[in-house]
């Protein structure tokens, strides 16, 4: 699929029980779904054991794994981050949100995390992917107030002007905007904190960003200068052939990231250690979870 298609939304109302929105969202021709690629939504879904993904997915996926065998216990302290983060915010009173880059759907998903603080949280996702578009209806959009936009967070003005976005969002009030282990699929000439910048002008103050970014640098308290530079080499070599690059960046690059939104404590740090629900791993764990995470808040 072209970059260019990347930002037609495919979304609107849904049925009761999701069937009219899965095939709504289906109307694309089948050979729009480049499968002659790996995609970074299917490899991750491979990550967490899911089954929405191709051969070419898998395959690229189980050569990550063996050159970074720890790949999986990354992805699933990003998702147990995701789920702190945003009963986070919901507990902090928003009721809106905007998870963009949210991958092929896996339960518990955003707004149903959300809405066991607060039943009314109104939740619109976008993804790049017509697989993840497929299964919205019946996973992600099957309750009233959810929306899905078929879209490219490398477009931002795109999402933001999106009819099912203005329809359920309203920008007077607080957002909560998720980008979770998307924007190191951005390189640097697309602009990452341009993308930031773009969204971050449409939220009024109070609104939160909710950010994870994947990162090559070895964890701080262990083994100081130790580096993994085959490991990562490899990983990055899969990528180069999925139909988006992968781009690590130090702890010192994700902060700007966050642009007008002043940092929560503690911070940006690895995932497990934002504000963790029991006793946070070693350093040796901490330093084979590859994701930076944090939260920021918009004065």
Known sequence: MKEAEFSRAVVGSWDEDGSQGLQDAAAFAPEEIDTSRPHPARMYDYYLDGRDNYEVD???????????????????????FLHRAVRE?????????????????????????????APDVRVVYVDNDPIVATHAGAR??????????????RDPRAILDHPTVRELIDFDRPVA????AVLHFVRDDEDP?????????????????????????????YEQGRTDEQARDGVLNVYKNA?????????????????????????????PLWRP???PPGAEELNNIIFYGGVGRKG
Do not use: M
């Open 58 to 80: 898998r395959q690229a996926a189980q050569r990550v794994i063996e050159v970074h065998p720890q790949v999986r216990l990354s992805a699933r302290a990003n998702r147990a």
């Open 89 to 117: 915010v919901v507990a902090g009173g928003i009721r809106q949100i905007i998870d963009i880059g949210t991958g092929i759907p896996t339960s518990p998903n955003t707004h149903e995390v959300a809405r066991e603080t």
């Open 140 to 153: 992600l959009t099957n309750t009233e107030d959810t929306g899905f936009v078929l879209a490219d967070v």
């Open 177 to 180: 905007l998720l980008l979770v």
């Open 193 to 221: 904190a341009g993308i930031v910048a773009t969204l971050a002008r449409e939220l009024p103050a109070g609104s939160v960003l909710v950010l994870s970014h994947a990162t090559g640098e070895p964890y701080e308290a």
């Open 243 to 271: 139909t988006a690059t992968l781009n690590l960046r130090t702890k010192a690059e994700v902060e700007p990231l966050f642009g007008p939104f002043d940092l929560l404590e503690p911070g940006v740090v690895r995932v």
């Open 277 to 279: 629900g029991g006793p």
